[in-house]
């Protein structure tokens, strides 16, 4: 079954074995877990193979500066200073497709001014002063600045059609999108991937657990994935130091594997996984 599908390695030797060279490609893997476990060192993982691999990344982070990304990554062994970078929030466009488009919350912030003042302009008469604005932190936002992002990469000769080139998308989290209305997660979730899912971008998506009662921070993220990846760490308290696991939940056209693995974070490798 795995020779048929073509995998996106993860970046992470263990876990690419363990999934059988990697996800396959154009699958939708989120990865949940509370604050500390790893999430966001997988997804720079998960960024980085793709650069070396030839793929143009979306980077979406709401949790970070890219330019804190890029550092921490080069301490983890990921340098990505090799590669030209994008922000969607710069006034000038690139001479030429970059490498990685950086979605971050100030990028946003200026697709939702441009989406509010089409919307006004659009309007009619005394219904401009009552045109929707358009949240930073709304999927409406995210979906288009993700396309947006498509059309920098250069990778789509018009809107709604599949890449001509694999294309990575990262989004670091996605629980930033509902925080204010976790219970719309599910309604979000399907919504973005309806509007952004193509056979040929191969998408990583973090979620945060809430520590207190080990719940995903908005239900329904984990219905429209085509793979669960779970971390976690147990209680530091009874286990007086910090104990970090991984384990693949769910991976569709993949013989994965059902154990969980110890995490290691490595100056200069990044996540290492051990199987206990």
């Known amino acids: 079954m795995s020779s048929a599908i073509k995998r ?19 699958s939708w893997i989120v990865v949940t877990g509370e604050p500390g476990v790893g999430k966001s ?7 980085h193979a793709g650069l070396k691999a030839g793929d143009p990344v979306v980077y979406v982070t709401t949790e970070q500066e890219f330019k804190d990304v890029m550092e921490q990554a080069r301490q983890l062994g990921m340098d990505m200073s090799e590669f030209t970078v994008h922000s969607i929030a710069s006034r000038r466009q690139p001479e030429e497709p ?13 697709v939702a001014r441009q989406l509010s003042e089409r919307a006004r302009a659009e309007a009619q008469g005394a219904d401009r002063e009552r045109a929707r604005k358009y949240a930073t932190l709304s999927i409406e936002t995210l979906i288009e600045a993700i396309n947006e992002a498509y ?15 694999h294309v990575r998308l990262v ?3 996605m629980s ?18 309806i509007a952004t899912h193509r056979d040929n ?24 994935a085509d793979g669960v990846v779970h971390m976690w760490m147990d209680d530091v308290e009874t286990a007086k130091e910090v104990r970090r696991w991984l384990i693949v939940k769910k991976m569709r056209m993949t ?22």
């Not at 996106?8 to 154009?26: K, S």
């Not at 060192?41 to 960024?47: G, N, Q, S, V």
């Not at 920098?152 to 080139?165: D, H």
């Not at 209305?181 to 599910?186: E, I, L, Y």
């Open 201 to 224: 971008v191969t998408a990583l998506l973090t979620s945060q657990y809430a520590p207190t009662t080990k719940m995903t921070f908005g239900f329904g993220l984990e219905h429209i």
């Open 151 to 165: 059309d920098i990469l250069a990778v789509v000769s018009e809107r709604g059609r599949a890449p001509e080139r």
């Open 176 to 193: 930033a999108f509902w925080a204010d209305k976790p219970a719309m997660a599910r309604k979000y979730s399907y919504q973005l991937k």
């Open 8 to 26: 996106a390695p993860t970046g992470v030797a263990e876990l690419d074995r363990a999934l059988e060279g990697g996800v396959p490609q154009g």
């Open 171 to 173: 989004i670091d989290s």
């Open 98 to 110: 970059p490498h990685i488009v950086v979605i971050d919350i100030f990028g946003l912030l200026k």
């Open 255 to 276: 013989n994965h594997a059902v154990r969980a693995f110890r995490v290691n974070i490595v100056p200069g490798r990044g996540l290492v996984l051990e199987t206990p």
């Open 41 to 47: 060192i997988l997804c720079m993982h998960f960024a």
